[in-house]
């Protein structure tokens, strides 16, 4: 299994930016996909999470209307929309695979990838 993300940059603070993750090795339409992120020196977090469907998503309060999820099964693919970043929305991002339900604790994800970096500076 593969999980390529992809997307990260450096951007000032009220920016944007789309992070993809392509997925491979797995029967993509099955899994729950997570956005997690990680800033030096503080433990990995989550960010927001979207069903097999892509029919419901749900994120974290620190993010809430300012990134959406999504995902196109037909590509393999999971994306981060990322409006208004803030200097806190430093880290690296990575993507991850789970099966089941949706969850926001990194140790329920089965596989996850090597993570793009997001900095966030002006």
């Known amino acids: 299994v593969q999980l390529q993300a992809s997307g990260g940059g450096l951007v000032q603070p009220g920016g944007s930016l789309r992070l993809s993750c392509a997925a491979s090795g797995l029967t993509f339409s099955s899994y729950v996909m997570g956005w997690f992120r990680q800033a030096p020196g503080k433990e990995r977090e989550f960010v927001a999470s979207?069903?097999?469907?892509?029919?419901?998503?749900y994120y974290a309060n620190s993010v809430k209307g300012r990134f959406t999820i999504s995902r196109d099964n037909a590509l393999n693919t999971v994306y981060l929309h990322m409006n208004s970043l803030k200097l806190g929305d430093t880290a690296v991002y990575y993507c991850?695979?789970?099966?089941?339900?949706?969850?926001?604790?990194?140790?329920?994800?089965?596989?996850w990838g090597q993570g793009t970096q997001v900095t966030v500076s002006s």
């Open positions: 979207v069903t097999q469907s892509g029919g419901n998503t």
């Open positions: 991850e695979a789970r099966t089941r339900s949706m969850s926001v604790f990194q140790p329920d994800y089965n596989y």
